[in-house]
């Protein structure tokens, strides 16, 4: 079992900052991509931030410059510093991670755990 635990979330102002953390334990035996997305009312979830083991990262033109995505390996925790926020960022955030499991000799790769997601209200 895999679990991805959120926190951080939380209201805030238009203009204030808010970092939200995210904790994968259980069976892992290596996380390739670690990420963040979010779901407005009424709108499908989209991308919002993602890492790779190697470092790359990726960010949606809507938070460019804003946001920064995080990870602490040893800790397989994924960090994301949300600055100059505003209300149009009002989201449940989801943690993401694409790992790896192992059971006995056999290595599965490119399974998606997602949390339960913690929310960001930002008001104006």
């Known amino acids: 079992q895999v679990q991805l635990v959120e926190s951080g979330g939380g209201l805030v102002q238009a203009g204030g900052s808010l970092r939200l953390s995210c904790a994968a334990s259980?069976?892992?035996?290596?996380?390739?991509?670690m990420g963040w997305y979010r779901q407005a009312p009424g709108k499908q979830r989209e991308m919002v931030a993602t890492?790779?083991?190697?470092?790359?990262?990726n960010y949606a033109d809507s938070v460019k410059g804003r946001f920064t995505i995080s990870r602490d390996k040893a800790k397989n925790t994924v960090y994301l510093q949300m600055n100059s926020l505003k209300p149009e960022d009002t989201a449940v955030y989801y943690c993401?991670?694409?790992?790896?499991?192992?059971?006995?000799?056999?290595?599965?790769?490119?399974?998606?755990?997602w949390g339960k997601g913690t929310l960001v209200t930002v008001s104006s």
């Open positions: 890492e790779t083991s190697g470092g790359s990262t």
């Open positions: 259980g069976n892992i035996f290596s996380i390739e991509v």
């Open positions: 993401n991670a694409d790992l790896s499991q192992r059971d006995g000799l056999m290595t599965f790769r490119n399974i998606i755990h």
